[in-house]
């Protein structure tokens, strides 16, 4: 769990994990075109490459391969574990 929220300590982290849940099934190169178009951030590609890894070892990111291209996928089942250990009461 402790993975989870090292990756959410990042804002840049976050703004990609708005970028999925947007439009899911992002390649690198349309995920930094969001993160510039519609969040104002810059960064390179290696990284933002590096932040996807942290986010995927977190296991709030996952990726499939078709051919040449690398789609990632946002994965809420960590923030799953977070909400059922300190509940939300409406």
Not at 61 to 76: A, I, M, N, Q, S
């Amino acid at each position: 769990m402790g993975d989870v929220f090292r990756a959410l300590a990042d804002p840049t982290r976050r703004a990609i994990l708005d970028v999925l849940q947007e439009r899911d099934g992002q390649t690198l190169f349309e995920l930094i075109n969001r993160l510039v178009t519609r969040h104002g951030v810059s960064c390179s590609r290696q990284a933002v490459s590096q932040h996807l890894g942290v986010l995927e070892a977190a296991g709030l990111v996952c990726t499939r391969r078709e051919g040449r291209y690398k789609f990632h996928h946002l994965d809420t089942t960590p923030l799953k574990a977070v909400t059922e250990r300190w509940r939300i009461d409406p």
